[in-house]
């Protein structure tokens, strides 16, 4: 199935979605790499204040080139940076913000897929590589935070994105993993392969 | 020497730019025979090609570690001018293209910026007869390079052993390095010999063939073996893993038998120029 989804969206129309569908989403995404989840993370638990409500925006796993012209941030290019670094803090972030949508590449691991299961989120892959594709459908740099604190890459870069996809939804909220589940059917076929 | 910055500045852009044909063909032809998930996300790799292009925009924001090949003609006339030509091409190329700075010093952890640093960009030599020189550009990838690996295998294991360490290691791989991949392995000579041959591989053209029959034969079994565990495309599932393998051999010790994979992401880039003795350039194929 394909859906267009507009951010923010409700967890009735997330449970519709299961693995193997895509997504195209439009609205306000957000870029955290590892840096990013921590520091999220901390703040919370320490009762500080956030620059966003994480549960209203998709959560990017990316650290884009961003460049300034005229005083205008302007994206160079935004492809999805591997997820398995955020894995240990994925659970943990989903449980605080009940973010509804993750974008990365490559796949999360068990701990994801439960907090998934639990809280009612998905996680998406975006192609790899895709950098042109990615920028094409970021319309603007909205805002940006802890740009000073984390640097270029791991910042908080707001974007507002229009049809951004294809997202191949991997971790549903019915505690299915789609890369997980592929690796195990080919590990299965590889023991049967003789040369 | 302003005239051979620019070319190799050139051919640096044009490799992170434009994609080759035999690659992008393949890719189209995977796609053609693919199946949802997989199929939309095939789409999207050869839509990003064709945007790239048109933009004159790097095809990933990886635009890699710049590494070189270079046919070194013993009567190339510019001969002292090429390694510092092909430093400050790297340089030119980081500015006007722009390329992601990708060099960091190991010691400090700083990035250089620019694209250069100690054995960076990296050229591999190689001196032939004549007066041509033929300078290969190759901007390697960093999520497929964290893929590529080397084992010292017993040699008692024998080609069978070979074939099996490969299948395995690419099915652990999955969608890290951002299958479609093209995979270059080396085997025999010593650790260093074996991996210098499998990048050295990458270079040949998707669906070519080692002209010595039992290593094709070795090719063709590993393309179709891996592309039966249907990882697929981004290791969502799918037909095609992996778009091709090349295989190169050297003699090695009794006692080793080194295997070194080198894993190359969808965006297999390569780009060659030919430079004559009158400092004429072209693009070659």
Redesign the interface.
């Known amino acids: 199935m394909e859906y267009r989804l507009n951010l923010p969206v409700e967890e009735v129309e997330v449970k519709k979605i299961r693995v193997?569908?895509?997504i195209y989403i439009t609205g306000t995404v957000v870029t955290a790499r590892d840096e990013a989840h921590k520091m999220a993370i901390e703040k919370h638990d320490k009762g500080e204040e956030l620059p966003l409500n994480f549960s209203e925006v998709a959560v990017y796993h990316c650290g884009?080139?961003v460049k300034k012209e005229n005083g205008e941030w302007k994206i160079?290019?935004?492809?999805p940076t591997?997820s398995?670094r955020m894995e240990i803090f994925e659970y943990d972030f989903i449980e605080r913000f009940d973010t509804r949508i993750i974008i990365g590449?490559?796949?999360m691991g068990a701990k994801t897929t439960d907090a998934c299961k639990k809280f009612k989120s998905v996680y998406t892959?975006f192609?790899?590589?895709?950098?042109?594709?990615a920028?094409?459908s970021i319309k603007k740099v909205k805002d940006v935070f802890w740009l000073e604190e984390l640097g270029m890459p791991e910042a908080l870069w707001i974007l507002e994105v229009e049809n951004f996809?294809?997202l191949?939804v991997?971790i549903d909220t019915y505690g299915r993993n789609?890369?997980e589940?592929?690796?195990n059917?080919?590990?299965k076929?590889?023991e049967e392969?003789e040369? | 020497m302003n005239w051979l910055i620019d070319a190799i500045s050139d051919l640096v852009a044009q490799a992170v730019i434009d994609l080759p044909k035999d690659v992008e063909d393949a890719l189209k032809k995977a796609m053609e025979n693919e199946e949802e998930p997989a199929k939309t996300q095939l789409k999207a790799v050869l839509k990003n090609i064709e945007l790239a292009r048109i933009h004159k925009k790097p095809m990933c924001q990886d635009t890699g570690t710049p590494t070189f090949y270079v046919k070194l003609g013993s009567d190339f006339p510019y001969k002292d001018l090429v390694e510092e030509a092909i430093i400050e091409g790297v340089r030119r190329a980081t500015e006007k293209v722009p390329l992601r700075p990708n060099a960091v010093d190991v010691l400090t952890g700083k990035n250089s910026g620019d694209n250069t640093g100690r054995y960076i960009p990296f050229i591999n030599w190689e001196i032939v007869e004549g007066s041509d020189c033929i300078i290969t550009a190759m901007p390697k990838g960093g999520g497929s390079e964290n893929m590529s690996t080397l084992k010292m295998l017993k040699p008692g294991v024998g080609l069978k052993g070979v074939k099996k360490f490969v299948l395995e290691w690419m099915v652990e791989a999955g969608g890290n390095p951002c299958p479609p991949t093209t995979v270059g392995i080396g085997i025999g000579g010593g650790a260093d010999i074996a991996m210098k041959l499998a990048k050295k591989a990458l270079l040949r053209k998707i669906g070519e063939r080692h002209k010595e029959k039992k290593i094709a034969k070795m090719e063709e079994e590993l393309l179709s073996a891996i592309n039966s565990t249907g990882i697929g495309a981004m290791g969502l599932g799918g037909k095609t893993t992996i778009l091709d393998v090349h295989i190169d051999i050297a003699h090695r010790h009794p006692a080793s038998l080194p295997v070194a994979i080198a894993v190359q992401c969808w965006a297999n880039r390569r780009k060659s120029i030919k430079i004559d003795k009158e400092g004429r350039v072209w693009n070659i194929d």
């Open positions: 193997g569908d895509t884009p080139i160079v290019a935004a492809g591997t398995s590449k490559g796949g892959a192609t790899g590589g895709a950098a042109v594709l920028a094409n996809g294809p191949t991997t789609l890369t589940e592929v690796k059917r080919a590990r076929v590889a392969i040369f």
